[in-house]
Each structure stands twice: as structure tokens, then as C-alpha cells.
T-cell receptor, first 117, second 113 residues
Framework: EAQVTQNPRYLITVTGKKLTVTCSQNMNHEYMSWYRQDPGLGLRQIYYSMNVEVTDKGDVPEGYKVSRKEKRNFPLILESPSPNQTSLYFC????????????????FGAGSRLTVL | AQSVTQPDIHITVSEGASLELRCNYSYGATPYLFWYVQSPGQGLQLLLKYFSGDTLVQGIKGFEAEFKRSQSSFNLRKPSVHWSDAAEYFCAVGHTNAGKSTFGDGTTLTVKP
């Protein structure tokens, strides 16, 4: 089954304890992206990657890091989490098909709910 | 700066009634526009997209949307709503030939029996 898999689905952690949310897709998609969803604020893009070793900032990158060493994986790293990073996080992927844009035919993961105390 | 506005935070309609969800965008070039739906506890699913050409686009689940450049709008419509359509709906602009995307704040649809 074609899918985007995120782990963990739920996590409660404490301020300052480094954590990684993994994202893996099995569709050989070039493009991957991370979003956070907060009530009343919709989805805001954190980082995206157009291909292996190519990453760029979205609208809210502060406090986050990403890497794209393999095509299928795009982990989101919170080096020193803070309470304002409590949110629902989504990873998404899409092929680089023309015409291309950052919202094209995205396949989303099921989400990771993170709570930082 | 690019932006997407969904003026209605919450809409309630009766089952079988028609539906229109509003979306206004601000984008410097010809926009690529999308509607996504999020069912409770799920990720988002693409309903339909507009790149160019015919301004009335058809999507899945009986939804359609109309691009109106003069009004900077891309409203989503459905002639007869089903209870299973209850969800949150997001309008989005994809930045042309780039990896950035901008989503609206979402509209929550409640369907009354």
C-alpha cells in the first residue's frame, strides 16, 4: 500500500530533550515536506525537500532541523523542544510532476501529536 | 506575500443541502490552487486541483471548485451534502515550480441529519 508513515504517532516529552519524528514514504517520491497544524492556524510549512540532500525552509522553520539522506526518509528533528512546539505534525510527499508546486497531490501521513511540557 | 483566506471557520448544513466553502488567495502569479479534506483523526486528502485551463474543476466525492481570477477566489461546492462529508476543509496555494505551499486556516463542516 502506498503510504507515508510517521513515528511516533503520539509523544509527550519535556523541554530541552532532543527528539526526532521519523517520516518514510514508499512511493519513490522526490518531494517531501513537514507541516504543523495548530487550532485556528491551519497548516504551516516547516521544511521541505525537493530531493536527496536538497532541503529548504518553509514558513516556520525556527527550532526545527531536517535531513534528507535517503529518498524515502525525511526526519524532523527538534534539538531542544519548547512548549510552543506542542502541535500536530504532518509529513507529506509528492512526485515532481509538471506542473509542480509545493501543494501538488500531496500524500499525507496520519500525523504525530507532540506535547512538550 | 502569498496568503490564503478561508473566511468561514465553521459551517453547518443539513444533509442533502448544497454547500459552498469560500477561499480567497493572494499570489503574485497565476496560482496553483488546491482543496484538501481532513476527516477526524486523519491526514489530509486531495479533493481537487487547478493549474490552468477550464476554471471549473471537478474533484472526488462529487466536489467541484471554480477559479475566478477577478475575485481571487477558488470556492468549493457540492450540490448535495452527505453526512460523511463532515470534516475540515483546507484551501491551499502551491508556489509555482517551487516547494513552498500556503494553506488556509480551514473550514469545519458539520452536517445535520
Amino acid at each position: 500500500e502506498a503510504q507515508v508513515t510517521q513515528n511516533p504517532r503520539y509523544l509527550i516529552t519535556v523541554t530541552g530533550k532532543k527528539l526526532t519524528v521519523t517520516c518514510s514514504q514508499n512511493m519513490n517520491h522526490e518531494y517531501m515536506s513537514w507541516y504543523r497544524q495548530d487550532p485556528g492556524l491551519g497548516l504551516r510549512q516547516i521544511y521541505y525537500s525537493m530531493n536527496v540532500e536538497v532541503t529548504d525552509k518553509g514558513d516556520v522553520p525556527e527550532g526545527y532541523k531536517v535531513s534528507r539522506k535517503e529518498k524515502r526518509n525525511f526526519p524532523l528533528i527538534l534539538e531542544s523542544p519548547s512548549p510552543n512546539q506542542t502541535s500536530l505534525y504532518f509529513c507529506a510527499s509528492s512526485p515532481l510532476e509538471e506542473p509542480f508546486s509545493g501543494a501538488n497531490v500531496l500524500t499525507f501521513g496520519a500525523g504525530s501529536r507532540l506535547t512538550v511540557l | 506575500a502569498q496568503s490564503v483566506t478561508q473566511p468561514d471557520i465553521h459551517i453547518t448544513v443539513s444533509e442533502g443541502a448544497s454547500l459552498e466553502l469560500r477561499c480567497n488567495y493572494s499570489y503574485g502569479a497565476t496560482p496553483y490552487l488546491f482543496w484538501y479534506v481532513q476527516s477526524p483523526g486523519q491526514g489530509l486528502q486531495l479533493l481537487l486541483k487547478y493549474f490552468s485551463g477550464d476554471t471549473l474543476v471537478q474533484g472526488i466525492k462529487g466536489f467541484e471548485a471554480e477559479f475566478k481570477r477577478s475575485q481571487s477566489s477558488f470556492n468549493l461546492r457540492k450540490p448535495s451534502v452527505h453526512w460523511s462529508d463532515a470534516a475540515e476543509y483546507f484551501c491551499a496555494v502551491g508556489h509555482t515550480n517551487a516547494g513552498k505551499s500556503t494553506f488556509g486556516d480551514g473550514t469545519t463542516l458539520t452536517v445535520k441529519p
